[in-house]
């Protein structure tokens, strides 16, 4: 099993940054790809970015430019950076383990919301 833990999310003003912090505790060796997900009311969970464990990176065409995905693997920590933020990027954000054979882990998301 692995454990997430979120944080780091809150209000904040367009324009402004946030950074989002996923610690993972447990069988981190079966980790493969990490990642952040978000969520708005009355929509589907999106992929927002991900990292895979050679440091490969992936992000939704919206948050390209704006959003940076980091890992810091002796912490088993894995990072969203959000700068530029905009009020579509409302959302309750979660982390996201998948394993080696493709079992997903979730945290229990994060709020965050953008004020214009």
């Known amino acids: 099993q692995v454990q997430l833990v979120e944080s780091g999310g809150g209000l904040v003003q367009a324009g402004g940054s946030l950074r989002l912090s996923c610690a993972a505790s447990?069988?981190?060796?079966?980790?493969?790809?990490m990642g952040w997900y978000r969520q708005a009311p009355g929509k589907q969970r999106e992929l927002v970015a991900s990292?895979?464990?050679?440091?490969?990176?992936n992000y939704a065409d919206s948050v390209k430019g704006r959003f940076t995905i980091s890992r810091d693997d002796a912490k088993n920590t894995v990072y969203l950076q959000m700068n530029s933020l905009k009020s579509e990027d409302t959302a309750v954000y979660y982390c996201?383990?998948?394993?080696?054979?493709?079992?997903?882990?979730w945290g229990q998301g994060t709020q965050v919301t953008v004020s214009t």
């Open positions: 447990g069988r981190t060796f079966s980790i493969n790809v």
């Open positions: 996201n383990a998948k394993s080696r054979i493709s079992v997903n882990y």
């Open positions: 990292i895979t464990s050679g440091g490969s990176t």
